[in-house]
């Protein structure tokens, strides 16, 4: 089992920046992807940045080059630049093993929410 805390999520105007956290706990050895995804009210669970073992991302074309995902050991983090209105949703982390984006851990969530 693993068990993922975020942390980071607030209020910030558009332009502004967040970076959230996630900490990994539990059967860390197991994971091989970490990332985040993300739900709007009425909207879908989608993928928002990934990062494998090796340092290999994966982002939504919406976030290319305005978020940056890193990961340190058992840490992912999302440096989010340059925030739109549309950004606004809960975001969760996700970590998993190897063959896919999507994992089957998630945190509890934390929400985002960027004022016109």
């Known amino acids: 089992q693993v068990q993922l805390v975020e942390s980071g999520g607030g209020l910030v105007q558009a332009g502004g920046s967040l970076r959230l956290s996630c900490a990994a706990s539990?059967?860390?050895?197991?994971?091989?992807?970490m990332g985040w995804y993300r739900q709007a009210p009425g909207k879908q669970r989608e993928l928002v940045a990934a990062?494998?073992?090796?340092?290999t991302a994966n982002y939504a074309d919406s976030v290319k080059g305005r978020f940056t995902i890193s990961r340190n050991l058992n840490t992912v983090y999302l440096q989010m630049n340059s925030l739109k209105t549309e950004d606004t949703a809960v975001y969760y982390c996700?970590?998993?093993?190897?063959?896919?984006?999507?994992?089957?851990?998630w945190g509890k969530g934390t929400l985002v929410t960027v004022s016109s």
């Open positions: 996700n970590s998993g093993g190897a063959g896919s984006w999507r994992g089957d851990y």
């Open positions: 990062i494998t073992r090796g340092g």
């Open positions: 539990g059967n860390i050895f197991s994971i091989y992807t």
